[in-house]
């Protein structure tokens, strides 16, 4: 892998092995603090229990109310932080005069999927009661994104504010939660040396975080393999059993709350994802479809999870696309 692609989209992936996730951890945003027309502030939106909840604001220090895109981080809702914005959205911003936002949520298995989704919720109605006054934002125009857990957020945001955003983008993202895909043990991780479960537990549940690091990245990263080899990723992040508990996870799944309301969307997915099957952007689309939502797909042929493997041309161009759309939707 070519760690100079990292500088035109670093994310992180949902699902991914520890390799992939310690290369992509690293984010170019910092550098953007030492340009003076375009700075980063932080902001605390919520605080629970003494924990708070902060969003980066990326914008340039003019008087203007500018658009805005709310960035979701990936890691499987167990890893990653918000400091992980891609850096060719910052660059979209600088050039359009946009306004981003990267949002804190707190992480599992710690906290649960219902505070994940409360914490997007307040962040998102915190961006749009705040943002005007706090950073000048022009919240009418607002388009949500993110990579894997990010974009299943991103897609969750469509039915869990209102009104929802002017648009979504999904990266790798997914539609539902309970399916095979993430009930059943993943044969391609149990290939390497299965975890034990007092050594998967050891590395996490000291107490919540938002966001990890060099420090607690490790131990959250096995955990993750764990829920990976076991099939045990939604009962741990729910405290539900999915197939009998399908009824109270269908608020927590974008596919099965799908209205002509929804916001027009736009999906990148790798055709040989392993971690997120291509199948969970394709039934979102055609979900979308059947309501009459506009909506765009764009897979790449053999693309992995963050489309790893892929045709590289073809990847800088769909990511391209991604920047178009954001701006198009944001665009009067």
């Known amino acids: 892998m070519n760690c100079g692609y990292r500088n035109r989209f670093a994310v992180l992936p949902?699902?991914?092995?520890?390799?992939?996730?310690?290369?992509?951890?690293c984010s170019d945003a910092a550098s953007d603090e030492k340009d003076a027309a375009f700075s980063k502030t932080v902001h605390t939106f919520k605080t629970v229990e003494q924990l708070k909840l902060q969003a980066d604001v990326y914008r340039h220090e003019d008087a203007a109310n500018r658009p805005v895109v709310v960035w979701?981080?990936?890691g499987a809702l167990i890893m990653g932080s918000r400091e992980g914005v891609p850096q060719i959205l910052l660059e979209l911003a600088k050039q359009r005069r946009f306004v981003v936002v990267s949002l804190d949520y707190r992480l599992a298995p710690e906290a649960k999927l219902p505070d994940i989704i409360e914490d997007l919720a307040d962040g998102l109605n915190w961006v749009r009661r705040s943002g005007p006054e706090l950073f000048r934002a022009d919240c009418s125009r607002l388009v949500v994104a993110g990579a894997s857990a990010g974009g299943y957020l991103a897609l969750m945001s469509g039915i869990a504010i209102d009104p929802p955003p002017t648009a979504i983008v999904s990266y790798w993202g997914f539609g539902?939660?309970?399916?095979?895909?993430?009930?059943?043990?993943?044969?391609?991780?149990?290939?390497?040396k299965l975890i034990e479960e007092d050594v998967a537990w050891s590395g996490v549940g000291q107490q919540v975080l938002t966001g990890t690091n060099q420090e607690n990245g490790a131990g959250r990263a096995t955990f993750f393999l764990y829920l990976k080899q076991t099939g045990r990723w939604v009962d741990v992040l729910t405290g539900l059993e999915p197939k009998q508990d399908r009824d109270k996870l269908t608020p927590f799944c974008p596919i099965r709350n799908v209205s002509p309301k929804f916001p027009p969307t736009l999906f990148l997915h790798g055709t040989a994802d392993r971690d997120v099957p291509v199948?969970?952007?394709?039934?979102?689309?055609?979900?979308?479809?059947?309501?009459?939502?506009a909506h765009e797909l764009i897979t790449i042929e053999g693309g992995g999870h963050s489309l790893w493997g892929g045709d590289r041309q073809l990847i800088d161009q769909a990511f391209q696309r991604s920047m178009e759309y954001i701006s198009e939707r944001l665009t009067p």
Do not use: F, N
């Not at 539902?176 to 390497?192: C, F, L, M, N, V």
């Not at 199948?279 to 979308?288: K, P």
């Open 279 to 293: 199948e969970q952007s394709r039934s979102m689309a055609r979900e979308l479809e059947r309501h009459g939502v």
């Open 14 to 25: 949902l699902l991914a092995s520890c390799s992939i996730l310690g290369l992509l951890l």
């Open 72 to 74: 979701l981080h990936g």
């Open 176 to 192: 539902d939660i309970d399916g095979d895909w993430t009930t059943q043990p993943s044969e391609a991780y149990r290939k390497g």
